[in-house]
């Protein structure tokens, strides 16, 4: 079973940027699509980014698409998410998520605990 753990959030100013990370422990990390997800207060849980198990392959939601960017290290079992020009619309709490091909679909079925991330003004 994989676990996941973020860390990097902190409160910034409106242009500033930051790095998280997700550490994996467990499974096999390779075999894993990754993904970033966010939730802001009364909001629902949105898709931000994923990247494929080689990395070759990335796609972002278009609110963070060209400011955002998503890599990985499966050496070191850990995803990251560049975070540049932050808006106050970015705050939320970012969660790490490891998926696998079931059926023909990814399904992410392991979650971090998430990281809060607050963009002032």
């Known amino acids: 079973q994989v676990q996941l753990v973020e860390s990097g959030g902190g409160l910034v100013q409106a242009g500033d940027s930051l790095r998280l990370s997700c550490v994996a422990s467990?499974?096999?990390?390779?075999?894993?699509?990754m993904g970033w997800f966010r939730q802001a207060p009364g909001k629902e849980r949105e898709f931000v980014a994923y990247?494929?198990?080689?990395?070759?392959?990335?796609d972002y939601a278009d609110s963070v698409k060209g400011r955002f960017t998503i890599s990985r290290d499966n050496a070191k079992k850990t995803v990251y998410l560049q975070m540049n020009s932050l808006k106050p619309e970015d705050t939320a709490v970012y969660y790490c998520?490891?998926?696998?091909?079931?059926?023909?679909?990814?399904?992410?079925?392991?979650w971090g605990q998430g990281t809060q991330v607050t963009v002032s003004s």
């Open positions: 998520a490891a998926a696998i091909l079931k059926g023909g679909a990814y399904k992410y079925d392991y």
């Open positions: 467990g499974g096999t990390f390779s075999w894993y699509r």
């Open positions: 990247i494929s198990w080689g990395g070759g392959t990335t």
